[in-house]
């Protein structure tokens, strides 16, 4: 007989309670139960959309400080970019509907300004007219997002300095590009919402620099695999102002404009500013009320979501969580997490535990100037910081069967345990088929999948769309192959290329034809020996005493000279990424 738990299907799965035990246990105190929740986007809006589906009696209020309740804030830029052209598509349910459909009481403009634990009720204020109104609660649910970093700078406030938080955000920055018919605009911080601003101001025909204190963009992502949108940027005539933070703000000349000074003392003059340099958890309602807040400042929870305080419960952008692969806390304000908490908070309200929430991978996504950058999991400076064992491999290959026209290359970065072959992180960039490859990666990671298991990965295939062997096949390939000892592997940034050419003992081995190395460009001081030939070559060699450091264009070809070398008896060792990898590293602009 199947055995569920070892297939596993948890014991819950084996026989889910029906809605009516659910339903029960929602009532079991005899009344319906009384749940606020605070903040009604992402993980407000699905708490109690599916808190209705689960106990019909519940009597649900949303509280929301903002005129929109359930807007898509991750749409924003792209209505400032005009993609999005109205206003009314970024509202994915109103009040009315939320009422209708799940009978659930929204107050729209209302804040909540206190939380009364002792006697279960918080005090709301209606934003346009002041007045405060008590609401009792049996459950309390906080969802209050976070807030736009906005540090007190010189200048912070002077008009034309915008946040992108809300539909009013966006509208602020709509009008005053039309007011003030701007030209030019600095956008400081890199991060995902820096980024999605910038692609479309530029889309809007405004000039935009971008000031970022770190020397790369995307800062969770590692350094060489953001390398191609900073060239991308680049040519979409974006200036890049990498490692440079920002000081303050002027008032341009005349009181026209604005200029962005930065700590390295440069200025920037703009008609425009957008600042996006990260969120804070917004924790000032759960501090007041004495809830234990976490060593990162999000509001601290147990799996199940709830705050030290049992009646309460926070999800979001507000709380911290465990990281899944390191097992730190961590703050990541993403909107599938929000969501999925969302809903668990839901369940366990509703009796339906055990329902926990796993942690976080932070897999991420970004779209820009046709590039798409997705990662997942542990980066390798994590893995670094946190002094963890991992090997890495790259792989640059073809998102789909070279042979069917419109192949477009993904540059892939995966980390593992070098001990027992778990994946700990991928990050990848590309044009197409990135994020699918990152999204099976990142449950690959969930399910605690090692590099074998990617290689046995049964994916989709038909030549428009991947390959017999698909990338994530690939990648786990020559990470199993290297764990298996077949492919001694190396990486650029683990290579002394003064050592090796002073070394007599070592030899740098380019494997490519000639006429690649003349157009591509080759690494000083390299040996070619091109594949097509290496067999003869080899069989002339003498010189078994030497290391021979071998590399291609993208490693494939590195990894077949690799072989021939080992089966002919010399010690070789093939470097991971060929080429394309040592560009990416040290970035085309200093080779
Ligand atoms: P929010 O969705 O921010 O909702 C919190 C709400 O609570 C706010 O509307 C706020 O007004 C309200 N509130 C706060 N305090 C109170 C109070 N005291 N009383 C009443 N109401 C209160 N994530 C992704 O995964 N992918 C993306 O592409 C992406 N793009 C984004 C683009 C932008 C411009 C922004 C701003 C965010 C983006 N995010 C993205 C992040 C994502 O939107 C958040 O992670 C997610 O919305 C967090 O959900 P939340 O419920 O915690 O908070």
Redesign the pocket.
């Known amino acids: 007989m199947l055995n569920l738990q070892r297939a596993g299907v948890h014991a819950y799965r084996k026989a889910p309670r029906t809605v009516a035990a659910v339903h029960a246990m929602a009532t079991n105190a005899g009344g319906p139960k009384k749940v606020l929740i605070?903040?009604?986007?992402?993980?407000?809006a699905s708490c109690a959309a599916r808190l209705r589906r689960l106990d019909e009696k519940a009597e649900i209020t949303i509280?929301?400080?903002?005129p929109y309740v359930s807007f898509a804030?991750?749409g924003?830029?792209y209505y400032v970019g005009e993609i999005i052209k109205e206003q009314s598509a970024l509202l994915v349910a109103n009040a009315a509907k939320f009422n209708k459909w799940f009978n659930v009481d929204v107050k729209e403009s209302?804040?909540?300004?206190s939380i009364d634990r002792q006697g279960k009720k918080v005090v709301?204020r209606d934003v346009k007219t002041g007045a405060e109104t008590a609401y009792p609660y049996d459950y309390l649910v906080l969802?209050?997002?976070?807030n736009?970093v906005r540090p007190p700078l010189p200048g912070i406030d002077l008009p034309g300095i915008f946040s992108?938080?809300?539909i009013p955000d966006a509208n602020a920055i709509k009008n005053w590009i039309a007011e003030k018919d701007a030209k030019t605009a600095v956008v400081i911080g890199g991060g995902?919402?820096g980024l999605?601003m910038i692609e479309n101001l530029v889309h809007r025909g405004i000039k935009t620099s971008l000031v970022e204190m770190l020397p790369q963009v995307m800062p969770p992502y590692d350094p060489e695999v953001v390398e191609p949108l900073h060239e991308r940027m680049r040519a979409k005539g974006v200036e890049l102002n990498l490692g440079d933070g920002v000081a303050g703000f002027e008032a341009g000349p005349g009181g026209k404009g604005l200029v962005v000074k930065t700590a390295s003392g440069k200025s920037h003059a703009a008609d425009l500013v957008v600042l996006a340099i990260g969120?804070k958890p917004?924790t000032s309602?759960a501090k007041a009320a004495g809830l234990e807040l976490g060593g990162r400042g999000g509001i601290k929870t147990d799996a199940h979501m709830r705050t030290s305080d049992p009646s309460i419960f926070a999800?979001?952008?507000?709380v911290e969580v465990k990281d899944y692969v390191t097992g730190e806390m961590t703050l990541i304000?993403?909107?599938?997490?929000?969501n999925r908490q969302?809903r668990i908070v839901a369940d366990v309200i509703t009796g339906n535990e055990p329902s926990t929430f796993r942690g976080s991978q932070g897999t991420?996504?970004l779209g820009m100037f046709g590039m798409t950058l997705a990662a997942t999991g542990a980066s390798e400076k994590t893995l670094k910081r946190i002094k963890r064992d991992y090997k890495k491999v790259y792989l640059h290959i073809n998102n789909h069967a070279g042979y069917y026209p419109g192949a477009k290359q993904i540059d892939m970065k995966l980390l593992f345990d070098p001990n027992d072959g778990k994946v700990l992180g991928m990050q990848a960039s590309g044009e197409e088929g990135v994020e699918k490859r990152v999204d099976v990666v990142a449950f690959a990671i969930q399910k605690g999948a090692t590099v074998f298991d990617l290689e046995e990965a049964e994916l989709c295939y038909a030549p428009q769309f991947g390959s017999a062997k698909d990338p994530v096949n690939m990648i786990g390939m020559v990470a199993s192959n290297v764990m298996r000892g077949m492919h001694p592997l190396t990486n650029w940034d683990e290579l002394d290329l003064k050592q090796i050419s002073a070394d007599p003992n070592a030899v740098l081995v380019d494997v490519r034809e000639p006429a690649e190395l003349e157009k591509v460009g080759k690494v000083a001081g390299c040996v070619n020996m091109p594949l097509s030939s290496l067999r003869q070559a080899l069989s002339g060699l003498k010189d078994k005493d030497k290391k021979y450091y071998v590399y291609c264009q993208v490693g494939l070809r590195g990894y077949v000279a690799t072989r021939q070398f080992l089966q002919n008896g010399f010690d070789a060792i093939n470097v991971s990424g060929g080429y394309k990898s040592f560009q990416q590293m040290l970035g085309s602009s200093k080779l």
């Open positions: 605070v903040g009604g986007v992402a993980g407000g509280f929301e400080r903002g804030n991750c924003l830029p209302t804040e909540v300004v709301a969802s209050p997002g976070g736009a992108v938080k809300t995902f919402i999605e969120v917004e309602l999800v979001g952008d507000a304000p993403l909107a599938g997490p929000a969302g991420s996504v």
